[in-house]
């Protein structure tokens, strides 16, 4: 069965810069496995997948535009120190943040004396990235698995997903 729309992809995935950097990689973890066509994958990726089929093994060169998106030099601000008070910060640190664009991740760039630098960039924005996939499994989505816009494994939605159900 070749992914297409509503397939359930399981793989296994390494994702490194153009310099070679590894960056992230599932093979010694769980794979990821997923409904094609929910926007869980970034849409780079997830377009490579298309027509691939269980077994195969490929890589895809994904541009930054088809993956964490560019770069915006707006992003980046410098607020008042006052707003972390009582926190221990240090660069690097990154923070949930609620801002006009909704809930975003913050990363703090630099420390100064009455402000702190912080960039709402995705880190991985403004990279070009390649990534080597392998297919492990490619099955039907349920009807119910795209009602709730997410996969069900063994024992149905609640077992598969912590927060869907308490
Ligand atoms: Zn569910």
Redesign the pocket.
Known sequence: MNISKNTVVKMHYSVMDKDGNAIDSSFDNEPLEFIIGTGFLIPGLETALIDKKEGDTFTAEVPAAEGYGERHDGLMQAVPKSMFEGMEIEPGMQFRATTDEGEQTVIIIEIQDEDVVIDGNHPLSGIDLTFDVEVLGVREATP??LE?G?I?KEG???A??ED??D
Request: glycine content about 8%; proline content about 0%.
């Open positions: 119910e698995e709730h997410h069900h149905g939605c609640c598969s997903n869907c159900c």
